[in-house]
């Protein structure tokens, strides 16, 4: 039987997509098609574990009329949900997609969970009963994270490890530098994320990088991105590993790190493979999902 896998998404977004045959700003704009979707990029490494039939329960916090149209989305998905109530509306977005050109997303502000959500989300993790092996994945920003209104989340994560589960980190700013101290199994970042932890010169290189946060946090096993380059791993007591995504024509990068950090938790977790191999395994979906719109919705892999 496979290990629960939870992932926590602290900034939920209402995502509307427009589609124009032109865009330009200063002009009224006529979209010529618009699709609702919720964005969060917990919700997105659950998406993609959905993929690969593996099990996971994504956490996310929703308020106003725009957490209940998310209410509604997460229900209608091959992965289950478990919503937190808070009185802030949960953040809207607006992506503007034009053949020929980027596309542009605009997000609303952020909002931080109320008390009592971040207490009824420790409550719920307290008391899943899970298998050994099983992980939480802290993924992208999380608004008053360091506040004393998320006290009881943060004390929540320190009784998950202690029962002995897996904590794996995609996220950056307070949470990052927060986690980063305690015995994290995974920390999934990209290169820019890496020397704003570290208070680096943007002239140093993630090798270097790397070996410092290697001899500060000597514990956790380290995945760092640079957009379509090289993936860096290291592991503690093993030589840096670097791997180079397969080459593709990008049409959207949005989602790609988490496609590839559900695909390594998939290959990690649930088919036992060493880190190196589970990074050779996550990169060519990873590039998968850049070539096409979308996240974690490009034509099928062999999933397995």
Known sequence: MSP????????????????????????????????????????????????FGTPATA??????????????????????????????????????????????????????????AWQAAAQYLDVQPTRPGSALA???????WASADA????????RWLQRGHLLVVDSYG???????ARPVALIKINADELRVLLGADATADTAANLAVAQARWPHPVWAVSDGPGPVWLAEPGQPLVRLTPPPVFEVSATGSGDV??????????????????????ALPYAS?????????????????
Do not use: Y
């Open 138 to 144: 802290i993924c992208g920003s999380s608004p008053g």
């Open 174 to 180: 307070p949470p990052l530098a927060d986690l980063v």
């Open 260 to 281: 590839l950090l559900a695909s390594l938790l998939h290959a990690r977790l649930v088919r036992s493979m060493s880190w190196r191999e589970s990074l050779a395994f």
């Open 288 to 304: 998968a999902n850049a070539a096409h719109p979308g996240i974690a919705e490009f034509p099928d892999l062999t999933l397995s």
């Open 59 to 116: 956490l996310a916090f929703t308020g106003g009329s725009t957490g209940e149209d998310c209410r509604a989305w997460l229900a209608r998905q091959r992965f289950a949900s478990e919503l937190f109530s808070t009185v802030a509306a949960t953040r809207s977005g607006l992506v503007v997609r034009t053949d020929g050109q980027p596309e542009t997303t605009f997000l609303g502000p952020d909002a931080a969970p109320d008390a009592a």
């Open 4 to 51: 629960a896998i939870f992932t926590f998404t602290g900034n939920l977004l209402a995502e509307r997509t427009q589609h124009f045959a032109a865009w330009a700003p200063g002009r009224t704009q006529r979209a010529t098609g618009e699709s609702f979707q919720v964005g969060g990029k917990g919700i997105n490494v659950a998406k993609m574990l959905a993929r």
């Open 151 to 158: 006290a009881p989340w943060r004390d929540a994560i320190g």
